[in-house]
């Protein structure tokens, strides 16, 4: 099983759909969860850390289920400008690789 | 404040020819991390430091040697480039292992 796995899309949808991306990592020892953003030929940037509690930021929702070892991000009202790809991390302490996991990304395209 | 920069932003190189690529970064952070980008890989680690004179392999260090002589800059060289060494290469920084990376612009590299 791979460390952090994410559904690769494309996810088309129309401005103001609401959209639901789902993230599964292996590793129980993960400490912290993030989603990053990352806009064509650009570089990833932090969108939003994920807490036990869940967590918003205006149209983004995030949530973890430890239990589960299961983590989303919902965007309602979905904008032009947030066609993307998100990027779904998890940070393991002291793994052989570093520290953060990236999962290979989600795409979004949002249409008029 | 620049935040991280690299350097150069595309290069093309000959099989068996080397370069270096430079990171640096104003931030002060005592972390530092080289990465490679591939289609449908997603990003993968090739080495990072956890402070000035160090450095330690990631996920993928074969082919790419590092060096962090100086707290803000961290250099990943190739010594004898191959086509499998084609990528977009991120280099990014962390104030510490628990929280946010920034991430450079990226180094996009086609070795022929």
């Known amino acids: 099983r791979k460390e952090v796995e994410q559904d690769p899309g494309p996810f088309n949808v129309p401005e103001g759909a609401t959209v639901a991306f789902n993230c599964t990592y292996s590793?129980?020892?993960?400490?912290?969860f993030f989603w990053y953003r990352q806009d064509c030929r650009k570089e990833p940037k932090l969108l939003m850390s994920?807490?036990?509690s869940g967590n918003e930021d205006g149209r983004f929702t995030a949530q973890l289920n430890r239990a589960s070892q299961y983590i989303s991000l919902l965007i309602r009202d979905s904008k032009l400008s947030d066609s993307a790809t998100y990027l779904c991390?998890?940070?393991?302490?002291?793994?052989?690789?570093?520290?953060?996991?990236f999962g290979k990304g989600t795409k979004l395209s949002v249409k008029p | 404040n620049a935040g991280v920069t690299q350097t150069p932003k595309f290069r093309v190189l000959k099989t068996g020819q080397s370069m270096t690529l430079l990171c640096a970064q104003d931030?002060?952070?005592?972390?530092m991390y080289w990465y490679r980008q591939d289609p449908g890989m997603g990003l993968r680690l090739i080495h990072y430091s956890v402070g000035e004179g160090t450095t330690a392999k990631g996920e993928v260090p074969d082919g790419y040697n590092v060096s962090r002589l100086k707290k803000q800059n961290f250099l990943l060289g190739l010594e004898s480039a191959a086509p499998s060494q084609t990528s977009v290469y991120f280099c990014?920084?962390?104030?510490?292992?628990?929280?946010?990376?920034?991430f450079g612009p990226g180094t996009r590299l086609t070795v022929l």
């Open positions: 931030m002060n952070h005592e972390y």
């Open positions: 590793n129980s020892a993960s400490q912290s």
């Open positions: 994920v807490y036990s």
């Open positions: 991390v998890v940070n393991i302490y002291g793994g052989s690789q570093g520290n953060l996991i």
């Open positions: 990014a920084s962390s104030p510490g292992l628990a929280g946010e990376q920034f």
